[in-house]
């Protein structure tokens, strides 16, 4: 079964300081990770998905598949980046997304 | 402005009452879906569709039920609410032209039974 593991509830990291927010994920065929993330009083939206291989607002995750992770990491971390994250897995043109329990990351000034 | 509405955002509500949690989306979307989720906790999937007449339940089971009888509605119905569906409920809607599996969230319904 599919499954979607962030073990760190809470994160805090001081401005600057690099940042990595853990994902482990379980499923047995090809899958397709995604990052969400929820900022105060908005909805959840997405970040960053592992098929295009870009850099959002600082953010990129590389899809390990040997580890089986997908582990969300930002070199210079900024108070904006104060946010609750989602990691979710889908299986390619599946109708579901698994997600995460989530992490709360705190940037301190 | 193409978006995804839920209504209300807040719901305080008795036990036994029927109650209904909107959600409406303007961005052409044939298929969507209704998570939930318990403070701490993971988003489940509870309802989904693929489009007009198009239900399917999702992982996590729900006493809930929904209909899709137009694209851009896709309302969740309680019978009689408990305590037990005391939760966040999140409405979200995607396009998986082109092979993206992006799904675009609604603010969330945070539903109260007492």
Known sequence: AQRVTQPEKLLSVFKGAPVELKCNYSYSGSPELFWY???????LQLLLRHI???????????????????????????????AMY????????????FFGTGTRLTVIP | EADIYQTPRYLVIGTGKKITLECSQTMGH?????????????????????????????????ESTVSRIRTEHFPLTLESA?????????????DPAGGRNEAFFGQGTRLTVV
């Not at chain 1, 993330?37 to 909805?43: A, D, G, L, M, W």
């Not at chain 2, 939930?36 to 993971?42: I, R």
């Not at chain 2, 408990?82 to 995607?94: E, G, I, V």
């Open chain 2, 82 to 94: 408990r305590p037990s569906h005391t939760s966040q409920y999140l409405c979200a809607s995607s």
């Open chain 1, 86 to 97: 989602y990691c979710a897995l889908s299986q390619t043109g599946a109708n579901n997304l």
């Open chain 1, 37 to 43: 993330v929820q900022y105060s009083r908005q909805r």
């Open chain 2, 30 to 62: 044939d298929k969507m879906y209704w998570y939930q989720q318990d403070p701490g906790m993971e988003l489940h999937l509870i309802h989904y569709s693929y489009g007009v007449n198009s239900t399917e339940k999702g992982d996590l089971s729900s």
């Open chain 1, 52 to 82: 295009s291989r870009e850099s959002i607002k600082g953010f990129t995750a590389d899809l390990n598949k040997g580890e089986t992770s997908f582990h969300l990491k930002k070199p210079f971390a900024q108070e904006e980046d104060s």
